[in-house]
């Protein structure tokens, strides 16, 4: 069975706090994917991933960076988590290629206080 | 660039009545399509993809989507909802490119009435 796993489910930080969101894949998938799921604006891609040390910026990559060391493993980070980045964080991959079924973890909700 | 556009975000229905959710995509080339589900405190999973051959493409749970090309569009339907579809829909079209970046719609929150 795959599995996309992200490290948390819930994780309440301080505004200011550098924060790290894990996501681990067990499927050997070149591309992965960060979002944030907010109500009524559906998901926004943050960064994405089409290979080992490679990045791409998505539609709203402002206050966050990525790290990926190992294939299996896309790394979110807040820099300075602010109030307006809580949020539901969603990893996900795929293999490459258009046609392509993209497999989900479960969500990091976030909250910034 | 790529974009895509649900029309409706939230659809409130009674049991067997039936369901057309809307997407609209502009993408230049060779486009695939996905919708996708979400149930309450699940994980987003596929429903359906149309990617060549027949345009009409059955799904999980007797969803269908039918893809018009000339209308750049990739609409959901479901002859006859119940309660247990109740869950948010994203459409989702991405590109041949192994390394092309993977956006969706805004999203269709549906909601069941028993």
């Known amino acids: 069975d795959v599995k996309v796993t992200q490290s948390s489910r819930y994780l309440v930080k301080r505004t200011g706090e550098k924060v790290f969101l894990e996501c681990v894949q067990d499927?050997?998938?070149?591309?992965m994917f960060w979002y944030r799921q907010d109500p009524g604006l559906g998901l926004r891609l943050i960064y994405f991933?089409?290979?080992?040390?490679?990045?791409e910026k998505g539609d709203i990559p402002e206050g966050y960076s990525v790290s990926r060391e190992k294939k299996e493993r896309f790394s979110l980070i807040l820099e300075s988590a602010s109030t307006n980045q809580t949020s539901m964080y969603l990893c996900a991959s795929k293999q490459g290629g258009g046609d392509t079924e993209a497999f989900f973890g479960q969500g990091t909700r976030l909250t910034v206080v | 660039a790529q974009s895509v556009s649900q029309h409706n975000h939230h659809v409130i229905l009674s049991e067997a009545a039936s369901l057309e959710l809307g997407c609209n995509y502009s993408y230049g080339g060779t486009v695939n399509l996905f919708w996708y589900v979400q149930y309450p405190g699940q994980h987003l999973q596929l429903l359906l993809k149309?990617?060549?051959?027949?345009?009409l493409v059955k799904g999980i749970k007797g969803f269908e989507a039918e893809f018009i090309k000339s209308k750049f569009s990739f609409n959901l339907r479901k002859p006859s909802v119940q309660w247990s579809d109740t869950a948010e829909y994203f459409c989702a079209p991405t590109g041949s490119s192994n390394t092309g970046k993977l956006i969706f719609g805004q999203g269709t929150t549906l909601q069941v009435k028993p």
């Open positions: 991933s089409y290979d080992v040390k490679m990045k």
């Open positions: 499927m050997d998938h070149e591309n």
């Open positions: 149309y990617f060549s051959g027949d345009p």
